[in-house]
C-alpha cells in the first residue's frame, strides 16, 4: 500500500473576492502570507504537522472557511500549543486573518487561501484534535444542497483525519443547514453528537469564540446553534 494521494478535480463554489482591500491589507498579502501559506504537497504526498511550525505543537486544529479570521486567531492565542490550519478561498477574509496574525504577534497559524478538501486529503489519518466549520454558507436552494460542506462527501474525509475522540464543531445560524447538518452527522457511524439537552445546542460554550458573523445573526434576530460531535473510536 502507498501513502500517496491522488486529487481528483474538484470544483469550488463562492466567490474568491470582494470590496477592494486596504493597503495594509493588500501589503500582508505579498508580506506576511507567503511565511505562513501550507502548500498542499505536489506529488501526492501527504502533509507531516510536526514540520508546519517554528516550535512544537501538542495538537493540530482545522478551520474549514474561517470567515474573517477572528475565531482562529483567538483559539490561536488563547492555545499557543497547539498548531491551526485555516482554510479560506474569499481573499478578503485570508487579509483580515493575516491583520490577526501580526497584531497578536501569532505563531502557531498556517493559512491555506484555497478549498479545504485537497487539505484533508493530504493530511495523515487520525492526525487532527478539532476541526470548526462554523457559520457556513447554506446554499438555500435545493439543487444547490450538493454544494454544503458537511455532508456525504467530506464526512469520510473528516473522519479519517481526526483523531479518536476529536471534536468536530458545527455552528449555524440557518435551520434548513441545522437539519442538514445534524441529520448527516448524527447519521454517520464514525460521529457522536454530545449534546444531552437543549442548552448544549442552543447556548455556545466558553471556549468557543465569537465570530463576525455570529453578532450579526444575532443583532438580525437569528438564533444560532452550536453543534458538537466526538469522533467515535475506530
Not at 470582494?18 to 508580506?31: A, F, I, N, W
Not at 481526526?162 to 464514525?190: S, Y
Not at 437569528?222 to 467515535?232: D, E, G
Amino acid at each position: 500500500m502507498t501513502d500517496e494521494i491522488s486529487q481528483p478535480r474538484m470544483i469550488l463554489y463562492g466567490r474568491r473576492r470582494g470590496r477592494p482591500l486596504r493597503r495594509h491589507r493588500s501589503d500582508l498579502l505579498e508580506t506576511l502570507l507567503p511565511a505562513l501559506r501550507l502548500e498542499i504537497p505536489a506529488d501526492g504526498g501527504r502533509i507531516e504537522p510536526a514540520r508546519l511550525f517554528q516550535h512544537p505543537v501538542s495538537d493540530l486544529w482545522l478551520e474549514v472557511g474561517f470567515g474573517g479570521g477572528e475565531h482562529l486567531a483567538a483559539q490561536a492565542a488563547a492555545n499557543p500549543g497547539v498548531g491551526l490550519i485555516g482554510c479560506e478561498p474569499f481573499v478578503n477574509g485570508v487579509a483580515s486573518l493575516l491583520q490577526h496574525v501580526e497584531a497578536r504577534g501569532l505563531e502557531n497559524v498556517r493559512i491555506v487561501p484555497d478549498d479545504a478538501r485537497p487539505v484533508l486529503d493530504a493530511l495523515p489519518d487520525a492526525s487532527v484534535g478539532r476541526v470548526f466549520v462554523l457559520f457556513p454558507d447554506p446554499w438555500p436552494k435545493l439543487r444547490h444542497a450538493f454544494r454544503r460542506f458537511i455532508g456525504p462527501d467530506n464526512l469520510p474525509r473528516l473522519a479519517r483525519v481526526l483523531k479518536d475522540g476529536a471534536e468536530l464543531r458545527l455552528a449555524t445560524d440557518d435551520w434548513q443547514l441545522c437539519r442538514w447538518m445534524l441529520e448527516h452527522t448524527w447519521r454517520h457511524p464514525d460521529f457522536e453528537w454530545l449534546a444531552r439537552r437543549p442548552e448544549d445546542w442552543r447556548v455556545r460554550p466558553d471556549d468557543w469564540p465569537q465570530t463576525r458573523y455570529e453578532q450579526k445573526a444575532v443583532e438580525a434576530g437569528r438564533k444560532p446553534v452550536f453543534l458538537r460531535f466526538r469522533r467515535r473510536p475506530r
